[in-house]
C-alpha cells in the first residue's frame, strides 16, 4: 500500500517523533461522510503515528499518515465474556481520515471496541490479567532502503464507546534507525539487533491500558518471545534502514553486521537504551572499517573442539569484577574450566568442547546483599545484577535475560546461528567470597551455574548425610548414618572449584539433581516432573525402587560384562562394588533411589557415578550431533574416586584429602533452581 507516511523530523538521539501531519502543496482528499443503511466509522491516526511503511518528504521536514483504498482493518467488539470480529475495508484514498462501513451488525450496546491494522496482522484475543492483544513482531525482517516492509507494521485503536463512529490508531512498535558508512558497509547481507529483553517475536499488548508484555505470549508464530531481530537485504552506504521492535529497556545491546560468508562485526554497547512506541531511536551513521569476522572484544576462546559433528560449547562469564579486576576474572576462569576438565567424564571427552571466557565489567565488586528472601538490603552495581542472602546462601539470583542476551552476541555458534542459546551451558563467576553456589535450570536446556570465589579460595569439607534410610527397600524407616558408611565414603575436602564442578558441571551441564537429604524428609510422590522435560533434568534420581532408570544399562549391562570378563584383576569389580539401589537423594532421606553410595551431587567431590557420567556422555553426544554407543561409553570410563581410590594420578591435589588440613566444613549447596519455559497461553475469551 502506498501511503506517505511520516515523520516529523524531531533530530534527537533519544527518538524521532513519527506525526501525522499534511505535507505542504500535498491535495487532502475529503472523505465520504455518509454511507446510506451503514453504520459508518471514521479512522485517523494519531499525532504519533506510522503506518506500514516510511515516506518522507522531499526535504526531508515530515511525511504524512494517509489511507489508501482498499486499506483493511479488524474490527472486534465484546458483550461481556463473547466476542466478534469483522474485516472492514475502505474506498478512500490519500486521505488522513478514512470510511470504514458496514451494514452487517447493529452494535447497540457491545463494549469494548478494538481495531487492528492491518486486518491480515490480527491473530484473535486472550484474556490474560485483562483484554489481551496478541503481537508478533517479525525475528526477520526485509531491508527496504528508507522504510520498512510494507504491512508489516501493526498499528491498533481502542475505544468504549463507539456512538460517535471514530476510530483513533496508534502504532504499537518502536523503529531503531541507522545507516552504514565505511570500507566494509558494502559488503554486508544481514544486521542483528540484540537486547537484554524480549524485543521481537511473539508478545502481548494490552489495548485498554496501553502496556506490552514480551513475556506472555498466545501465538507461537516466532517461537515465543526473542530477544534480537534481524534486517536482511543489500545494504548500501549511507542509505537510512529501520528496524521494528517491541518498546522496553534494555540495560545494554548489540549490533552485529554480517556478510555473505556469515562472517560478523560486532558493536557491543552497555548503555541502556529505552524504546518507545510510536518513535523512531536514530542511531546515526555506524562506521564499518573493520575486517569482518573475529570474536567480539572481551572473548577469549579457551579450548577449541577436534570432534564431533558440531561443537559442545561452555561460556564462562565475569559477574562483579570492576575493570580493574578484568585479569583476576581471567585466572578465576581458567581455574574453574581446568578444574571441571581434570573430573571424569569431562576429561575423556574434553575435544568435544569450544569453551570460551567472556568479561563483563561491573561498577561495583561483590554481588548485592540480600534479606534471603530476594530483598535486597545492600545493593552492588554489577553488570548481571547478582545477589543472595548474607546469611541465606539459598537465595541468589541474577538477570537471566541479560546473561543470556549476553552469551548470545559474543558466542560464534549462537550468532552464526549454528546452536540455539538454549544448547550454551553459562558458568557465571562471580566476584564474591561468601559461601554459595547455585544453579538455575530451564525446561528447554538453558542454565546458569552460579559460582562466587568461596571463602577467598580456602579450604571446605562436605560430608555424607547425618542420616540414612534403614534399608534401600520402601518401607525403611530413618535412622543415624552409621560409621562404616562414613568409612566407606571417606571425607571431600575442595575448595571454590568443587563448587564449579557440582553446579555447574552436575546441575547446568549434566542436568543432574542433588543426591544428599537433609533429616527424615519423606517424597511425597513417585513422580518427579522434570523427568518429562524437553531436555530431562534430574534422570540421576529415581521416585521407585523397582523401575530405577539405570537398571538396563548400569545394573544389567555392568553384570553381564563383569561375568564375561577374564581378566584378573577383573576392571569391573570397582563397579559391582559400588553400583546399585541406594535410598536418598533429591533432598529426601525416603522415596528417592540414587545409583551409588557417594558422588559429587551429594559431598562436591571430583567424582560423578557411573550413572551420572553416562547421562553427561549422553548429552555431549547429543549436542555434538553423534549417537550415544553404550560399548564406547565403557571403552573409555574410569571409575577412579580420588578420594576413595587415592590414586596419584587421578585428580590435583585439591582434589584429595590434605596432610593436615585447615577446613571450614559446609553444608550442602543449595538444590537447583526449576524453571519450566514458558508457554503460550490459550486464545479466546
Known amino acids: 500500500m502506498r501511503k506517505r507516511l511520516i515523520l516529523a523530523a524531531l533530530a534527537a538521539a533519544a527518538g524521532v517523533c513519527l506525526a501525522s501531519c499534511e505535507k505542504e502543496g500535498f491535495e487532502i482528499q475529503t472523505p465520504s461522510i455518509e454511507v446510506e443503511g451503514a453504520t459508518v466509522l471514521h479512522a485517523s491516526f494519531d499525532e504519533e503515528s506510522t503506518k506500514t511503511y516510511l515516506s518522507m518528504n522531499d526535504a526531508g521536514t515530515h511525511a504524512d499518515v494517509l489511507w489508501e483504498a482498499g486499506d483493511q482493518i479488524e474490527l472486534s467488539y465484546f458483550s461481556g465474556n463473547q466476542y466478534g470480529h469483522m474485516t472492514l475495508t475502505t474506498q478512500d484514498g490519500g486521505t488522513s481520515e478514512a470510511v470504514f462501513a458496514t451494514s452487517q451488525y447493529n452494535f447497540g450496546e457491545l463494549t469494548p471496541f478494538i481495531a487492528v491494522y492491518p486486518a491480515s496482522r490480527f491473530y484473535g484475543f486472550g484474556n490474560y490479567n485483562g483484554l489481551a492483544l496478541p503481537i508478533c513482531i517479525p525475528t526477520t525482517q526485509n531491508a527496504v532502503a528508507g522504510g520498512v516492509e510494507r504491512g508489516m507494521l501493526q498499528s491498533s485503536a481502542y475505544t468504549e464507546d463507539i456512538s460517535d463512529g471514530l476510530l483513533k490508531f496508534k502504532n504499537l512498535y518502536a523503529l531503531l534507525k ?297 518401607g525403611a524407616s530413618v535412622i543415624s548414618t552409621p560409621q562404616s558408611i562414613y568409612d566407606e565414603c571417606g571425607s571431600s575436602i575442595g575448595d571454590w572449584r568443587n563448587v564449579v564442578i557440582h553446579e555447574f558441571g552436575g546441575h547446568g551441564f549434566g542436568r543432574l539433581s542433588d543426591e544428599y537429604w537433609g533429616g527424615y524428609t519423606s517424597a511425597t510422590s513417585e513422580t518427579i516432573g522434570s523427568h518429562s522435560w524437553t531436555v530431562p533434568m534430574g534422570l540421576n534420581v529415581s521416585g521407585t525402587y523397582d523401575a530405577v532408570p539405570w537398571q538396563t544399562e548400569v545394573l544389567d549391562e555392568l553384570m553381564t560384562r563383569r561375568a564375561l570378563c577374564t581378566d584378573n584383576p577383573n576392571p569391573y569389580d570397582i563397579y559391582a562394588a559400588r553400583v546399585g539401589k541406594f535410598q536418598g537423594g533429591d533432598n529426601c532421606a525416603l522415596g528417592r533411589w540414587r545409583s551409588e553410595r557417594i558422588s559429587c551431587m551429594i559431598d562436591n567431590r571430583q567424582y560423578f557415578s557411573c550413572w551420572q557420567r553416562m547421562l553427561i556422555v549422553k548429552r555431549i553426544m547429543s549436542l555434538s550431533g553423534e549417537t550415544f554407543d553404550l560399548n564406547a561409553f565403557y571403552d573409555k570410563d574410569v571409575a577412579i574416586d580420588p578420594v576413595r581410590d587415592k590414586s596419584g594420578n587421578a585428580a590435583p591435589a585439591w582434589g584429595r584429602i590434605p596432610e593436615k588440613p585447615q577446613v571450614t566444613m559446609c553444608p550442602p549447596l543449595p538444590p537447583p533452581v526449576l524453571k519450566e519455559t514458558p508457554g503460550p497461553l490459550p486464545l479466546g475469551l
Open 178 to 474: 541507522f545507516r552504514l558508512a565505511g570500507s566494509s558497509a558494502g559488503q554486508v547481507k544481514r544486521v542483528r539487533f540484540s537486547a537484554n529483553v524480549n524485543i521481537a517475536g511473539d508478545g502481548t499488548y494490552y489495548p485498554e491500558t496501553q502496556e506490552f508484555n514480551m513475556n506472555v505470549w498466545f501465538t507461537t508464530t516466532y517461537g515465543g518471545p526473542q530477544s534480537s531481530v534481524e534486517l536482511t537485504g543489500d545494504f548500501k552506504a549511507g542509505v537510512d534502514y529501520y528496524i521494528a521492535l517491541a518498546p522496553g529497556t534494555s540495560n545494554g545491546f548489540s549490533m552485529q553486521f554480517f556478510n555473505s560468508a556469515d562472517e560478523p562485526i560486532t558493536k557491543i554497547s552497555d548503555k541502556t537504551l529505552t524504546l518507545n512506541r510510536s518513535r523512531i531511536t536514530d542511531f546515526g551513521t555506524i562506521t564499518l572499517n573493520e575486517t569482518f569476522g573475529g570474536l567480539p572484544d572481551g572473548v577469549e576462546q579457551y579450548m577449541t573442539h577436534t570432534k564431533g559433528a558440531k561443537p559442545v560449547c561452555i561460556a564462562v562469564i565475569a559477574e562483579a569484577f570492576k575493570a580493574s579486576e578484568q585479569d583476576l576474572f581471567t585466572a578465576r576462569a581458567k581455574q574453574a574450566v581446568d578444574a571441571l576438565f581434570a573430573t571424569e567424564p569431562y576429561k575423556t571427552y574434553r575435544d568435544y568442547f569450544n569453551v570460551y571466557i567472556m568479561h563483563a565489567v561491573s561498577n561495583d565488586s561483590g554481588a548485592s546483599k540480600t534479606d534471603g528472601n530476594g530483598n535486597i538490603t545492600e545493593y552492588h552495581d554489577t553488570y548481571f545484577g547478582s545477589s543472595w542472602g548474607a546469611d541465606s546462601y539459598g537465595d541468589m539470583s541474577s538477570n537471566a535475560n541479560k546473561a543470556f542476551s549476553f552469551v548470545s552476541v559474543r558466542c560464534p555458534e549462537v550468532y552464526r546461528g549454528e546452536i540455539p542459546i538454549e544448547e550454551v551451558p553459562v558458568l557465571m563467576l562471580i566476584n564474591d567470597t561468601r559461601y554459595g553456589g547455585i544453579c538455575w535450570n530451564w525446561s528447554d536446556g538453558s542454565c546458569i551455574g552460579h559460582v562466587p570465589y568461596v571463602y577467598g579460595g580456602t579450604s571446605m569439607g562436605w560430608g555424607h548425610p547425618g542420616t540414612t534410610a534403614s534399608s534401600e527397600e520402601p
